[in-house]
């Protein structure tokens, strides 16, 4: 488990890499990861690779969005969006199984980010003193059309994945 969770860790961390700076929050394929990882794995895994994704960024290692580290990053105005990717990472591999279709992939993963959109939100109104209204302009508004892009994409690629995965040598799940 710890293997796969590091490489699921470093997974998430090379996808927040590609990153669009369209204003306070980023556009990355940080929760792409997370979601397909969620979708893949069972909840410890998903939840423990999340969790040490986490604790790689607040020891220092460059793995958040545009190479952002420290503990300063988890308690910043974007917290609330990765504190929330545990709750993403849980609910999503809660409500997935190899053995579910399309249609609940896909809601179990729109689920997960919205929870990680609310988040969001809280941390942009807590922490970046932004009334509730223009939180959701900067922080949900610019990212509903991508990421629903990312979900479909996360729906269509688990499958095969998951499929793959049980068959090659290397992994059991």
Do not use: C
């Amino acid at each position: 488990m710890y293997a796969l969770s590091a490489i699921n860790a470093e997974l998430i961390a090379v996808l927040a890499q590609i990153s669009l700076p369209i204003g306070p929050v980023p556009f990355t394929l940080q929760n792409f990861a997370i979601g397909l990882i969620a979708t893949v794995f069972r909840p410890r895994e998903a939840v423990f690779s999340v969790a040490l994704y986490l604790l790689l960024g607040a020891i220092g290692l460059p793995v958040f969005a545009g190479g952002g580290a420290g503990f300063h990053a988890l308690i910043g105005p974007s917290a609330g969006y990765l504190w929330f990717d545990l709750l993403y990472a849980a609910t999503t591999s809660y409500l997935t199984h190899s053995n579910y279709g399309l249609v609940r992939i896909f809601l179990a993963n729109l689920l997960g980010d919205s929870l990680v959109f609310v988040g969001g939100v809280m941390g942009l109104h807590f922490l970046a003193g932004m009334s509730f209204q223009q939180a959701i302009t900067v922080g949900v508004l610019p990212f509903i059309l991508p990421d629903f892009g990312k979900i479909i994409a996360i729906t269509m690629i688990s499958k095969p994945l998951l499929q793959r995965l049980k068959r090659g040598p290397y992994f059991s799940l």
